[in-house]
């Protein structure tokens, strides 16, 4: 009997039969004409990593059990101890915590670049310096990099650019396609989209380094496993719909947050009043995405009346899915930095990060006028 499915079926098997020994020997010989233990490859991860690898046009990926497993995966990929890396002060509070606690202990160095300044590197690179890790839209502040210009000024000066796309995903912005090294997601969030699935996918625009991504996936067990990859590959299928339809209403919701008294300011790359709005414009192709952040007043009291009375805005900290939900910078994401940091990068008690979902957006917009009232 023939099976044919339309869909890869999840192939829900830690390991693979092999009819003898030069069946084994194939395997060897020739790396990718067949599976033998999930951790070393799946059919599953294997298709994820391929679709992301596709998007973004790179020549090789891995997929990881996370996002942070991705970002670990693109660091060590480059670095080995005694190296130093350079990292946007504006990233994702992970990021930081691992640079900071693990990655230190491994002897690898950090040196935080500020936002201003990171197109001027010359004056932080060491001579161990390898890459610069940066986001394409910072977490949480929505600060958009100029991943031309950064490419370019790495390059210049011999480093790697190692860009997280989570925020914009491939649908707005493609980094290799603008000149960076590696881009790297995570899948937990609007790749997947759904909210059900952690994970994390790594591109290289080189082949060397994409073998590299695998052998570090392989040998610290990074591998995700075959339900999440299926359940993210299905997720992915609506990406290119799901991104307008955030962008469509996240620009519709700052621009109305504007006009609230409650709402200090408003952090969205698609308001003509952002910093790098032109920028945004033509890096994104017209999207913005679906992730603001606005400043309520600096007191707990009323950031917690705004969280119990919103509706359709659930305090679940992370984001991206297809349900609106709200998360808070300084008690979650950037929690671990210091209080100095934390003013540095505008991290203050009245700031509110946004994930806004695909709902109709009337619906949003009337629950977020009631809850500000």
């Known amino acids: 009997m023939h099976i044919h499915p339309k869909i890869t079926p999840i192939y829900q098997t830690s390991v693979f039969k092999f009819e003898d020994l030069n069946e084994l020997e ?12 999930s951790r070393n490859g799946n059919p599953n991860s294997d298709e994820l990593a391929e679709a992301v690898n596709r998007l973004e046009g790179g020549v090789g990926a891995v997929a990881t059990g996370s996002g942070m497993a991705a970002i670990f995966a693109a660091l060590l990929a480059f670095c080995q101890a005694g190296d130093h890396v350079l990292c946007a002060a504006d990233i994702y509070g992970g990021s930081s915590s691992l640079l900071n606690q693990e990655l230190s202990r491994m002897g690898i160095t950090v040196t935080y670049v500020p936002f201003e300044e990171l197109y001027a590197l010359d004056r932080f690179v060491q001579p161990t310096t390898r890459l610069l890790l940066c986001e394409t839209m910072s977490n949480p502040l929505l600060r958009v990099a100029d991943l031309r210009r950064l490419a370019d000024g790495c390059h210049g000066l011999g480093l790697k650019l190692v860009v997280d796309n989570t925020f914009a995903s491939p649908i707005i912005t493609r980094p290799l396609a603008l000149g960076a090294d590696v881009v790297l997601h995570s899948v937990t969030k609007y790749i997947s989209g759904h909210s059900d699935v952690t994970a994390g996918v790594t ?8 073998a590299r991504l695998k052998q570090v996936g392989v040998l610290y067990g990074l591998t995700l496993s075959p339900m999440e990859s299926w359940l993210a590959v299905r997720g992915l299928k609506t990406l290119h719909l799901r991104m307008p339809a955030h962008s469509h209403n996240a620009l519709a919701i700052a621009k109305f947050l504007q006009q609230q008294p409650a709402v200090r300011a408003v952090y969205y790359p698609g308001l003509p009043d952002h910093p790098q709005h032109v920028l945004a414009q033509e890096q994104g192709g017209g999207l913005f995405g679906g992730m603001m952040s606005i400043l309520l007043a600096d007191d707990a009291t009323v950031v917690n009346r705004f969280m ?61 006028a009631q809850a500000l009232a």
Do not use: C, K, M, N
């Not at 591109?203 to 994409?210: H, K, P, S």
């Open 26 to 37: 194939l395997y060897f010989g020739e790396p990718g004409s067949r599976y033998l233990y």
């Open 203 to 210: 591109v290289a625009a080189d082949a060397a380094v994409a």
């Open 308 to 368: 119990q009375r919103s509706q359709r805005f659930p305090f679940a900290p992370s984001l991206a899915g297809v349900d609106s939900s709200l998360s808070y910078p300084l008690g979650t994401s950037h929690r671990y930095l210091t209080p100095e940091q934390q003013a540095e990068l505008g991290i203050t008690v009245g700031l509110v990060r946004l994930s806004v979902g695909i709902e109709p957006v009337e619906e949003l917009l009337a629950d977020l």
